[in-house]
């Protein structure tokens, strides 16, 4: 069975890719993605914020007295000598890229134009196979209309494209007011893929203590239908790989992205509840839905229920809506209960 797909430039043995959490973190753990299945790899983000916050600590503690007790500080290493700021994470991509045999794909989370540019060019230089633009912007400020919120996001990506060569993904958000014309502009702009979707972490609030809540609540199959909607959209309308992202949790999620368009199907969430041995499970269930089929490569599965490839294209489209209203039924139970309950 041929599972292989490319990927933003790269082939892939599968399509299954372990995005970034914590387990991407660790070596040992990247071992075990790879051992079990996995056909890349992305690091955890590279926070610009991280590394500015802790070189001003490392400036603060060096500087803090050189008036009072000049001649201690030669016990300080110089700052260009201290390994902190993205020593580490560099590292990591240059470890990784010898620990396993699978695409690493290093993420980038900037908050300038300089850092996006300078950490974007240290990554290709530690061997990263790629690059994934984590755009996380919320768009907060009041003035700023749906058009500056787009064209910072081309901005970011033209100014990496022009830095690396190796290949670009960026991650959509699901909130411009035209997805579809967003995806294409990204790609003419440069992107190899588009990652669909950045899940934008929302607080919730704390009623007893009267304090916001930053918890973190992973993804779950309920959230697959508006990533499902937008690959089937795109798929065969973009040169750009597709990757399907959120609420992958077993290998029905993984068969319908890939029905619908996906290149690629990335999980994090099941990773982290179940373990890196899951890709496995992942891989398996994969294996035996095509088998069960007689498909025989992926490629007669890929696409084959996007918009383009049905005979009833509405089905994604406003129609399909208004028909699902119409034929819904109240539930047995909800029936003969007051309107103000069943609300």
């Known amino acids: 069975m041929d599972l292989t797909t490319r990927y933003m430039g790269l082939q892939l043995k599968n399509p299954l890719v372990a995005s970034a959490s914590p387990l991407t973190g660790e070596l040992d753990s990247l071992r075990r993605l790879e051992d079990a299945g996995a056909a890349a790899l992305i690091l955890p983000s590279l926070f610009q914020e991280d590394i500015e916050a802790e070189t001003a600590r490392y400036e603060h503690l060096t500087s803090a007295h050189d008036d009072s007790w000049p001649e201690g500080l030669s016990n300080f290493p110089r700052l260009a000598d201290a390994q902190h700021g993205p020593h580490h994470y560099l590292e990591l991509v240059r470890r990784?890229?010898?620990?396993v045999g699978v695409p690493v794909i290093a993420s980038l989370n900037g908050i300038s134009d300089e850092g996006w540019i300078s950490y974007a060019k240290q990554l290709e230089q530690a061997g990263a196979n790629g690059l994934e633009l984590n755009i996380y912007f919320i768009p907060a400020d009041l003035a700023a209309t749906g058009r500056d919120v787009e064209q910072r996001y081309l901005d970011i990506l033209r100014l990496?494209?022009?830095a690396v060569s190796i290949p670009v993904a960026i991650?959509?958000?699901?909130?411009?007011?035209?997805?579809?014309?967003?995806a294409m502009a990204l790609h003419d702009a440069g992107a190899d893929a588009l990652v669909l979707f950045n899940r934008f972490y929302q607080p919730d609030?704390?009623?007893?203590?009267?304090?916001v809540l930053n918890d973190l609540k992973l993804s779950d199959p309920s959230e697959i239908r508006l990533p499902l909607l937008w690959l089937a959209v795109l798929s065969g309308r973009t040169?750009?790989?597709?990757?399907?992202?959120t609420g992958v949790n077993s290998a029905e999620e993984v068969v319908k992205y890939l029905l619908v368009g996906a290149d690629v199907v990335m999980t994090t969430s099941s990773l982290l509840r179940l373990g890196p041995g899951h890709m496995a499970?992942?891989?398996?269930?994969?294996?035996?839905?095509?088998?069960?089929r007689e498909f025989a490569s992926l490629k007669h599965v890929r696409g084959i229920m996007s918009q383009r490839s049905l005979r009833d294209p509405q089905a994604f489209e406003r129609a399909n809506y208004v028909k699902i209203l119409h034929d819904y039924r109240v539930p047995t139970l909800a029936v003969g209960?007051?309107?103000?309950i069943a609300q």
Do not use: C, H
């Open 96 to 99: 990784a890229r010898q620990a």
């Open 239 to 245: 040169r750009a790989s597709l990757a399907a992202s």
């Open 171 to 182: 991650k959509l958000s699901p909130y411009f007011s035209s997805v579809g014309n967003m």
């Open 205 to 211: 609030l704390d009623l007893t203590r009267l304090q």
């Open 160 to 162: 990496v494209r022009k």
């Open 281 to 292: 499970t992942l891989l398996a269930g994969l294996e035996k839905w095509l088998d069960a």
């Open 337 to 340: 209960i007051p309107r103000s």
